[in-house]
């Protein structure tokens, strides 16, 4: 990458394959380690866990209210955490398949070297990818 400054004091970056290839392979495997992390885990005899659903927690019994209440922030922080990761899951999938689909017209590329950055929004695809396991 390469940056230039005009005498009017606009700054424009200059993106060359090899940047976009080094961009594509980060947001590829960052995508990969999203949906590692959120895959099952073993949780003793209680079967698997898995950041998708609620996690299975008994503390005391029926009337132990601060468990009740520890439970319950305990499912709101899951439920956070599912949430940033299927953004940023989302994110990186949809730059990884746009930098892929934008690589693979290489000759456009290199014709389109100064593309604006709204140009270059049109390669990104919003992806509807999603960390949920799948069935089998």
Known sequence: MAN???????????????ALRRLQSEYTDLAAEFKKRAGEY????????TIA?????QMGGASFEEAK???????????????????????????????????AETDLAEELNGMTAD????????SSASL????S
């Open 4 to 18: 230039e400054k005009y005498n009017d004091g606009t700054l424009t970056i200059k993106i060359d394959e090899g």
């Open 42 to 49: 073993g949780w003793s005899d209680k079967g698997n866990v």
């Open 53 to 57: 659903y609620p996690f299975y927690l």
């Open 69 to 103: 209440s520890l439970i319950k922030a305990l499912e709101k922080v899951r439920g956070n955490l599912l949430e940033r990761f299927q953004l940023t899951y989302g994110d990186a999938d949809g730059l990884s398949v746009g930098l892929k689909s934008l690589l």
């Open 119 to 126: 140009e270059f929004g049109a390669y990104i695809q919003k």
């Open 132 to 135: 949920a396991p799948t069935e």
